[in-house]
C-alpha cells in the first residue's frame, strides 16, 4: 500500500531559522515516518562517498583526465569539487559522472578566496594533506557542525612534515595552511582514523623519500587502492602503509561502487520489517567496510552476498536480506573502527534484537557531525527505549517496542536516517527534524524508502 510511509515535509519559521544558524539552509524540512508491512524491491546507493572524494582529489593532482563515473551524489563530496576549483581545477560534473582535467602534483593554484568544505570533515582533512605541498597559503572553513570537529589530529603530522598551520582555538576550524617543501615521516596514529591516515599519505606526495602510517587499528583502505590505481608507489603491510613521493599520477576511468554505508539503513531495515524482501544492488564490498555484514551475520540476520567482482580494485556485489530473529549482543572494540557510521542504525537495531546490543571504544562517535553517543541515546528515549551512555559506547537493551516521537536530528544525516528507520517499526508516527541533512550523504534516501515501503 503505497504511502504507508507518509513522508510528508513541512517548515516552520522556527525550523527555518534553526537551520539558518546550523548553516544547513535546506535541511528545515520534517518528515513524518510511519510503520509498514515490508519493503520490497530493489534498490541502488548513491556512489561510495569515501572514494568519491578520494578520487576527485587525486584526479585533481594527475596528470591528464580522470572520468568517474557514479560519483558520490552527496553534498560532501560536491564540497570537495567545489574546493578543487576554486584550487584552479577544471571539473565537469554531468549527473553521476564527473570529469577532472589533472593539474599535475604541483598545478594547483592559490585561491583568493577561502575554501568551504560544508559539513564534511573527509574535505577538510584529506584536503589539507594536499594543501600542505603547494607552496602557498590556503584558508579552508566549515559550517557549524564542521567548525566543532577535532583537526589537532591533522594539524600535528602536517605539522612536522613542514606544513605551517593556523586553526581557530582549540585547534578547530578555519584552518590556515602554509604549505611548502615537505620531509617524510614516520607516523603512528593516536587515533584510527581513515582521513588522518589519507591526508599523511596525500602529504607523502610531495615529500622527498617514504612517508609512512601505522594504524593502531585497520582502517578505510580507499587511499591506498586508488593511490595504487593512480601509478603511485605505495606499499602495503598489515597496519603499515608507506608512499614514496613521487613525480606523477595518472589520470583514470574509475567507477565507484555503491555506498555500503548508506546501504546500512536499507540492511536494517530489510532485517526489522517483516515480510520484507529486499535487494541491494552494486554494494561497495572491500573487506575494510563489510565489517557490517559480520555484526548481522552473527546476531543470525539473513544477508545474502551476491554477484562478487572487483572493479577498479575495489569488491562489489548485491546484497539480498530477509527478515528475522536477531539475537544482539556485544561488538568488540577492534571491530569498532570499521563500523563508526554504522553504529547509529545498529544501535536502532539493537533494542528489536533478543539481547540488545552493547559497545565501547567507539569515543570517536562524539566528534562527529554530531555527538553520536548522546545524540543517538536521547531520541532512543523520546522513543521510549532503555539506554545506558557510556563515554564510549552505549548499551541499548533488547525486546524494546519503540513509540513514534519527535527525533532531533542536530542535523546530523546519520542520525536522520537511523531514526527514519527506527520509525519504520515504531507504534504511530515519528517526525524526523531537518531530514534535509540527509542530502549529505544520501540525497535521495527518503525517496528510495518511499519506493519500496509497502
Ligand atoms: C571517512 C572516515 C571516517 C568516517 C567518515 C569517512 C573517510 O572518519 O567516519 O564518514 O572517508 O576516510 P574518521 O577518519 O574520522 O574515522
Not at 208 to 221: L, N, Q, Y
Not at 245 to 257: D, N, Q, S, T
Not at 311 to 329: A, F, V
Amino acid at each position: 500500500m503505497p504511502g504507508a510511509v507518509s513522508l510528508q515535509r513541512f517548515t516552520s519559521d522556527e525550523e527555518l531559522l534553526t537551520a539558518f544558524r546550523m548553516g544547513f539552509f535546506g535541511s528545515a524540512k520534517s518528515r513524518k515516518i510511519k510503520p509498514v508491512k515490508r519493503l520490497v524491491g530493489t534498490v541502488e546507493m548513491p556512489g561510495d562517498k569515501s572514494i568519491s572524494h578520494r578520487y576527485a582529489m587525486l584526479g585533481a593532482i594527475a596528470e591528464g583526465p580522470s572520468e568517474i563515473h557514479f560519483f558520490a551524489s552527496s553534498a560532501d563530496c560536491q564540497s570537495t569539487l567545489d574546493c578543487l576549483k576554486k584550487l584552479g581545477v577544471t571539473i565537469d560534473r554531468r549527473e553521476n559522472v564527473v570529469t577532472i582535467q589533472g593539474a599535475g602534483l604541483a598545478g594547483l593554484k592559490p585561491s583568493l578566496q577561502a575554501l568551504d568544505a560544508g559539513n564534511s570533515g573527509s574535505t577538510m582533512r584529506m584536503l589539507a594533506g594536499i594543501l600542505a605541498g603547494q607552496h602557498f597559503r590556503t584558508v579552508i572553513g566549515g559550517d557549524a557542525s564542521l567548525s566543532r570537529r577535532p583537526m589537532k589530529r591533522v594539524i600535528d603530522p602536517l605539522t612536522q612534515m613542514g606544513a605551517r598551520i593556523e586553526s581557530a582555538e582549540g585547534y578547530l576550524p578555519p584552518l590556515e595552511i602554509e604549505g611548502g617543501t615537505l620531509r617524510p615521516i614516520r607516523y603512528e596514529l593516536p587515533v584510527a582514523s581513515a582521513q588522518v591516515k589519507s591526508a599523511v599519505l596525500l602529504a607523502g606526495l610531495y615529500a622527498e623519500g617514504e612517508t609512512t602510517v601505522v594504524e593502531p587499528f585497520a582502517t578505510r583502505d580507499h587511499t591506498d587502492i586508488a593511490l595504487e590505481q593512480m601509478g603511485a608507489d605505495i606499499g602495503r603491510h598489515r597496519r603499515t602503509i608507506a608512499v614514496r613521493g613521487c613525480a606523477r599520477l595518472e589520470g583514470k576511468k574509475v567507477y565507484i561502487p555503491g555506498d555500503i554505508s548508506s546501504a546500512a539503513f536499507f540492511l536494517v531495515a530489510g532485517l526489522l520489517v517483516p515480510e520484507s524482501n529486499l535487494v541491494i544492488r552494486n554494494v561497495g564490498l572491500n573487506p575494510t567496510r563489510t565489517a557490517i555484514l559480520d555484526v548481522l551475520a552473527t546476531m543470525g540476520g539473513r544477508v545474502k552476498v551476491l554477484n562478487v567482482e572487483m572493479l577498479n580494485g575495489e569488491l562489489l556485489g548485491d546484497l539480498h536480506i530477509e527478515p528475522g530473529t536477531l539475537k544482539g549482543g556485544e561488538i568488540a572494540q577492534e571491530s569498532v573502527p570499521g563500523l563508526i557510521d554504522e553504529l547509529p542504525v545498529l544501535s536502532v537495531l539493537g533494542t528489536q534484537t533478543e539481547e540488545g546490543l552493547w559497545f565501547h571504544g567507539a569515543a570517536e562517535l562524539r566528534v562527529k557531525e554530531s555527538d553520536r553517543i548522546a545524540v543517538v541515546a536521547a531520541n532512543l528515549r523520546r522513543m521510549g527505549a532503555k539506554v545506558e551512555e557510556f563515554p564510549d559506547g552505549l548499551r541499548v537493551a533488547g525486546r524494546q517496542k519503540l513509540r513514534g516521537a519527535e527525533i532531533n536530528t542536530q542535523g546530523d544525516h546519520r542520525i536522520a536516517m537511523a531514526f527514519a528507520v527506527a520509525g519504520l517499526v515504531a507504534e504511530g508516527t515519528t517526525v524526523i527534524r531537518d531530514s534535509g541533512c540527509v542530502d549529505v550523504s544520501f540525497p535521495k534516501f527518503f525517496d528510495t524508502l518511499e519506493r519500496v515501503a509497502e
